[in-house]
């Protein structure tokens, strides 16, 4: 990273973020505008008129917002921050070449922050890295520990009305959590001091390449914490010099759980914690449900184990865990029994891990799902299609609409019809309902007192005013 100024040299420049609102690029805005940097930024959201309250709240923590055409890039000092997948005909982009700006990546930014701090704590996996940075920052944060956390969902606990996306926390320089990204091989750029992989599986990339990603990352990391259950994690474990492992259903994994001590309702669970090493066995009390959520606090408090923290006041914290938007969110149940669901759910783990935990409990699923792109939706589209042919029952139905697509240039060849024709060839029931207020009205007119609705899908924070939308039809 010697290419790249140091931090102190960092803060002392202004910043211009291209995609500010991006989920990526928020958090990193508010921790640098909380350690003291000047920060601007642009947003195609803004221009559009989409979700103008992030907007809003982005300018009351000071960040200053231009339009998307260039007039926001003025000085060579400016140190410009984009996706690596921005085009470079954005005019902001092409204003920056022309004055010869550093650009970083925010991969490139958030891994100088984390590499240059005292100890960082870095959460990988296909599924769950936001769910498992919250609660381990939360736990560092409620034991006193001042933990800066990049986040890339909003995390309840530190949401307020002056904050309402805190999707980060600029705490000190002593201990950074974060979640690092294998999508786009970013996950490359990470010196952790603790490394969590909390499962491999099929998303942006071939499990080949994931699989070099992941055993690179943790023969990285001082000490490796690896999720026992899943055996594409557990793989990895050569490559690891210290390791702590963890799992729900591995009797071997040193941080698990007493087996028969689950007790699950419909929006929370509770559990025995089992230390291996002493063999002490701690209550756990988690304010979300599902087998997936228990091995997520497993994860987060085999992290701060590994970070000195006893496990005893690791599970004590969680039980004040309230969770993450849009991570199976409770929007509302109505007097007639329909309850709307907001979540995250776009690869097919994450989609599985939601529909399982609903199916557990009694009444009629209707999944609506909208693909967070083309390109994603070919990668993975056969598996999404198997998930929710196997998953959802009879009496269940899929409803998908198009892809969210904001402009750029992409292969939409194609597109929802053909995961709807997969889900069929599977047994399942599917519809293709290309326009999002049609799919709106369908699902307020065939809903019924206990059924579940679910919104799923990614990258378009419109789909959780969508859910409040729908709940407020019955």
């Given at each position: 990273m010697s290419e790249f100024p140091s931090p102190e040299d960092l803060l002392a420049r202004p910043f211009f973020f291209v995609g500010v609102g991006g989920s990526g690029m928020l958090p990193l805005a508010q921790i640098l505008r909380g350690r003291g940097a000047r920060v601007e930024g642009s947003d195609r959201s803004l221009d559009q008129g989409r979700t103008p309250e992030k907007f809003t709240a982005l300018e009351a923590q000071g960040v200053t917002l231009h339009p998307q055409d260039g007039s926001g890039i003025v000085s060579q000092d400016q140190i410009v921050v984009a996706s690596a997948a921005v085009e470079a005909s954005v005019p902001d982009i092409a204003r920056a070449e022309d004055l010869g700006c550093l650009r970083l990546t925010r991969a490139e930014l958030n891994s100088i922050l984390f590499n240059t701090s005292g100890a960082g704590l870095a959460v990988a996996g296909t599924s769950g890295k936001s769910t498992v940075t919250g609660m381990l920052g939360w736990i560092m944060h409620h034991l006193g520990r001042e933990p800066t956390i990049m986040n890339g969902a909003v995390m309840k606990n530190f949401a307020n009305a002056e904050r309402p996306f805190a999707s980060a926390v600029a705490g000190g320089q002593s201990l950074y959590v974060s979640e690092v990204d294998e999508s786009d091989g970013s996950i490359a750029l990470y010196r952790p001091a603790v490394g969590i992989l909390l499962n491999v599986s099929l998303d942006h990339k071939s499990l080949e390449e994931l699989r070099q990603l992941f055993g690179d990352y943790l023969s990285r990391s001082r000490i490796a914490v690896v999720n026992a259950d899943d055996a594409e994690a557990l793989a990895h474990l050569p490559r690891a010099e210290e390791v702590i492992t963890f799992g729900v259903d591995q009797l071997k994994a040193q941080i698990g759980i007493v087996p028969g001590s689950v007790a699950e309702g419909p929006m929370r669970q509770a559990a025995l914690v089992v230390d291996r090493h002493d063999g002490s066995e701690h209550p756990l009390r988690l304010n979300l449900p599902g087998r997936h959520n228990l091995s997520n606090a497993l994860a987060a408090i085999a992290g701060a184990a590994a970070a000195g923290i006893p496990v005893a006041a690791a599970v004590e914290a969680l039980a004040g865990f309230d969770g993450l938007s849009r991570r199976f969110e409770l929007v509302g149940v109505s007097a007639s029994g329909i309850t709307v669901i907001d979540d995250f759910g776009h690869n097919p783990e994450k989609c599985a891990a939601t529909l399982r935990t609903l199916r557990a409990h009694e009444g009629r699923i209707l999944a609506f799902f909208q693909p967070h792109g083309y390109g994603p939706l070919r990668q993975m589209g056969a598996e999404l299609a198997q998930v929710f042919a196997a998953e959802l029952t009879e009496g269940d139905r899929t409803i998908l609409c198009d892809p969210v697509y904001f402009g750029g240039t992409t292969d939409r060849s194609e597109g929802s019809e053909r995961i709807v024709r997969l889900i069929e060839d599977?047994?399942?029931?599917?519809?293709?309902?290309?326009?999002?207020?049609?799919?709106?009205?369908?699902?307020?007119?065939?809903?019924?007192?206990?059924?579940r609705i679910v919104i799923m899908g990614a990258r378009d924070d419109t789909l959780s005013q969508f859910a409040r939308d729908l709940f407020a039809r019955f």
């Open positions: 599977a047994g399942g029931h599917a519809e293709y309902i290309p326009n999002r207020k049609a799919v709106g009205d369908r699902l307020a007119s065939v809903a019924r007192p206990g059924d």
